[in-house]
């Protein structure tokens, strides 16, 4: 089973970046889709971006565009997450996931989760 671990969670001021990294153990095959989910306080996990391993198509939920970037390292079997300019109520955990079935932007698709790393905005 592939052990995946996000890193790079840390408080961070306003109009600040975050960049956070997920990591996975063993081989990402190619038609593997690496995802990033996030969770507010309160809220349900929800998508924000998604790659394809094997060709490195990005996919994003629609609105976030522009504000997040997902890309991926090959050699280092990471990928990543980068927000610019951060607001106030861009705190959350995110989550690193894998799903071996195909592109989705539900959580319930991705069978495969890192633990979460806190992405924290202060002023």
């Given at each position: 089973?592939?052990?995946?671990?996000?890193?790079?969670?840390?408080?961070?001021?306003?109009g600040?970046?975050?960049?956070?990294?997920?990591?996975?153990?063993?081989?990402?095959y190619s038609s593997s889709v690496m995802g990033w989910f996030r969770q507010a306080p309160g809220k349900d996990r929800e998508f924000v971006a998604a790659i394809r391993w094997g060709v490195g198509n990005t996919y994003y939920q629609p609105?976030?565009?522009?504000?997040?970037?997902?890309?991926?390292?090959?050699?280092e079997n990471t990928v990543d997450l980068q927000r610019n300019n951060l607001k106030s109520d861009d705190t959350?955990?995110?989550?690193?996931?894998q799903n071996r079935n195909g592109l989705s932007d539900a959580a319930a698709d991705y069978g495969y989760?890192?633990?979460?790393?806190?992405?924290t905005v202060s002023s």
């Open positions: 089973q592939v052990q995946l671990l996000e890193s790079g969670g840390s408080v961070v001021q306003a600040g970046s975050l960049r956070l990294s997920c990591r996975a153990s063993g081989r990402i609105g976030v565009k522009g504000r997040f970037t997902i890309s991926r390292k090959t050699a959350d955990i995110y989550y690193c996931a989760w890192g633990q979460g790393t806190q992405g």
